[in-house]
């Protein structure tokens, strides 16, 4: 039943884990508690590949050209468009 | 993704009284990352460009009565999104009321998918079908949890800009990302776990 508990801390406090932002004295507690709960251990790993792949720097989205010239005309900046 | 902006190099004098060549400058740093913020949240570049053009009308506008209170890259991403959220509105008139956000079973135990897909390979991760399910899949969550998601996680935004842009509290900031991450994780799961049945079925 602790153990239970434990784990639903664990989701509501994902998040700042993840990130970092853990209360120190939480974080200890949830380290110790992920340590000996394999289910956690995987949600955890799974949450933060999950936050990784939105992230990847590979996926190309970038102005397209033709849509930065028509911002820039629509503008009226046409004048400062560099190639 | 991620740039570190920072409004020294830009003469906030300047573009208050108008500045055009200044303008240019604003226009040509942060035009890239009001774009990619509009495509992610709204899935078509169509409304994306439309999203872009209207960020910048209205800031040029609006450039002579900024406080500088937050940095101009926070202050046009909150017009963005007030457009983007227009937008919405707009195409969807029968747009779903706001979901609550406790409504769902997504933060409780028993609504956990358990697979472990991680030590899938990188080039199954993020194959060209993966990455446009990673698009469908943040573009399925409901707009409150996508707004602050696409902001924080996708751009790389603070809690605290996030919040910022979309008017919110950090608190609520916080609420909506860790529903947006676990929805998230959870389409995830299911999709990275077949991919991961079919891998060890070869």
């Known amino acids: 039943m602790n153990e239970e508990r434990h784990c639903q801390q664990l989701i509501e406090t994902i998040s700042d884990y993840i990130d970092g932002e853990l209360d120190s004295g939480l974080c200890v507690e949830l380290e110790r508690h992920l340590s000996e709960c394999n289910n956690c251990q995987v949600v955890v790993n799974t949450l933060r590949k999950t936050i990784e792949l939105y992230k990847d720097p590979s996926d190309g989205d970038v102005l397209p050209d033709e849509v930065r010239q028509r911002l820039f005309y629509r503008l009226h900046l046409e004048d400062f468009l560099k190639s | ?202």
């Open chain 2, 1 to 202: 993704m991620n740039e570190q902006i920072n409004n020294e190099s830009l003469n906030l004098e300047a573009l208050r009284a108008g500045n055009r060549a200044e303008f240019a400058r604003l226009v040509e740093r942060f035009s890239n990352q009001i774009y990619r913020v509009a495509l992610k949240f709204l899935g078509n570049p169509q409304d994306a460009e439309d999203v872009l053009q209207e960020t910048f009308i209205k800031a040029m506008r609006a450039l002579p009565n900024f406080e500088g209170r937050s940095s101009l890259a926070t202050w046009l991403y909150r017009i963005a999104m007030n457009e983007s959220l227009m937008i919405l509105r707009k195409s969807r008139w029968d747009l779903a009321p706001v979901e609550e956000l406790d409504a769902d079973d997504d933060a409780g135990l028993s609504g956990m998918v358990l697979t472990d897909w991680c030590c899938l390979p990188e080039e199954e991760l993020l194959s060209s079908e993966a990455r446009r399910f990673l698009d469908r899949a943040a573009l399925k969550l409901p707009e409150t949890l996508r707004s602050v998601f696409v902001l924080r996680d996708v751009e790389g935004l603070s809690i605290r800009d996030t919040a910022e842009a979309l008017g919110i509290s950090e608190t609520a900031a916080k609420t909506r990302l860790l529903r947006a991450r676990l929805k998230l994780r959870k389409e995830l799961s299911v999709y990275y776990g077949e991919r991961l049945t079919e891998e060890r079925s070869e």
